[in-house]
């Protein structure tokens, strides 16, 4: 899957911007990848020291952001309320997906992802990356392993919290269920864009959406 804008490898930053708040496996990649055919440049899940440190000092006015029309994935899936004070004007979209489906996707993928290193040497690079994945883990979902119960309950109250943040603001906030096939219907019409006559992509690898915008990928 390959894709550029007809303008070239670089577009003009918007003013407002976009944040995909989303948790993990909800269709967050798949998502960055359709803002970008839009036109608006978007990082998913940022995972540099400046990125690291900004969220651990709680500076969420995000470095990246004077690059990039946006951010998607955990990175700024529990801050949408500071990200609405910064940025006004900006618009979030929440992935959402059937959550026993969810659960069933997350277990693998955070076994195969564990919260700490076997390795005993590694690069300062990959510290960061670890840094970031735990730290993460522990804000967002509050634990560093896998567990059904306690990643149902955060599924359900991002959600509930999201809405009710947002209940009176409904051109702030779009629900999307990319997994459930939906797409450029209700994307398009968010943005008042035209209804766009590709495919929706469907994105499953990192490299991918790293590739789209050459931005380093991620360990998580």
Known sequence: ???????????????????????????????TYALY??????????????????????????????QWDGITDITVSAYY?????????????????????????LEPYWRERAAFSDSPIESPERQVQMKLRRFLRATVYGCYDFNRDRLSYVYDLHYQNVVHYFRDRPDSL???????????DKLCKFFNKPLMSEPFPKVLKEEIVKDLVNYPSPIR
């Open 1 to 31: 899957m390959k894709f550029k804008p007809e303008n070239g490898d670089r577009v003009q930053l918007n003013a407002s911007k976009v944040f995909g708040i989303g948790l993990t496996r909800t269709g967050t990649k798949s998502l």
């Open 37 to 66: 055919m839009l036109g608006m440049r978007t990082v998913h899940f940022p995972d540099d020291p400046t990125t690291l440190q900004e969220l651990m000092s709680g500076t969420y006015n995000f470095s990246v952001l004077s």
């Open 81 to 105: 309320p500071h990200l609405d004070r910064l940025y006004p004007n900006s618009k979030f979209i929440l992935t959402v997906r059937n959550k026993q489906e969810w659960l069933n996707s």
């Open 174 to 184: 779009l629900i999307l269920d990319i997994c459930g096939g939906e797409g450029w």
